[in-house]
């Protein structure tokens, strides 16, 4: 038997339920969420460079992020060029579903505000 979990997580883009089946995770498809994964399949990237890959607004990008980071997909670090300003670059988490086990594990109610 297939154990059924969900789990609801709220972020800038509003509140999302994710199921998780045996090892399978589901969320609600989104062609940008798509793109984003996509591009951060290649390696790192700052939220300008996702802009420009991805063809969305920044806020957007942004709003994004911070999804995937309550998800535990994404880890952000600061990255300084020179002496210019900090940027935050973004990275894939190297096991995420380490993330999502993580998210069903805790009772913060910061990050979920219901599990089932």
């Known amino acids: 038997m ?7 997580v709220s972020s800038r883009l509003g509140n999302f339920t994710i199921i998780k ?3 399978t995770v589901l969320i609600s498809p989104c062609g940008t969420r ?6 951060l399949s290649k390696g790192p990237m700052t939220g300008e460079e996702l ?3 991805t063809d969305v607004s920044y806020s957007c990008v942004m709003d994004h992020m911070d999804f995937f980071e309550k ?4 880890n952000a670090t600061l990255k300084r060029n020179g002496g210019g ?3 935050i670059c973004f990275h894939l988490n190297e096991d995420p579903l380490e993330g999502i086990e993580e ?3 805790t009772t913060k109610a910061s990050r979920v505000r219901k599990a089932i």
Do not use: D, P
């Not at 798509?34 to 591009?39: C, D, N, P, R, V």
């Not at 998800?71 to 994404?74: A, D, N």
């Open 71 to 74: 998800l535990g997909i994404v």
């Open 21 to 23: 089946m045996g090892q």
């Open 103 to 105: 998210l069903f594990l």
């Open 2 to 8: 297939v154990k059924v979990k969900m789990a609801e």
């Open 85 to 87: 300003r900090r940027r």
């Open 34 to 39: 798509m793109k984003i994964l996509e591009a």
């Open 51 to 53: 802009v420009g890959e």
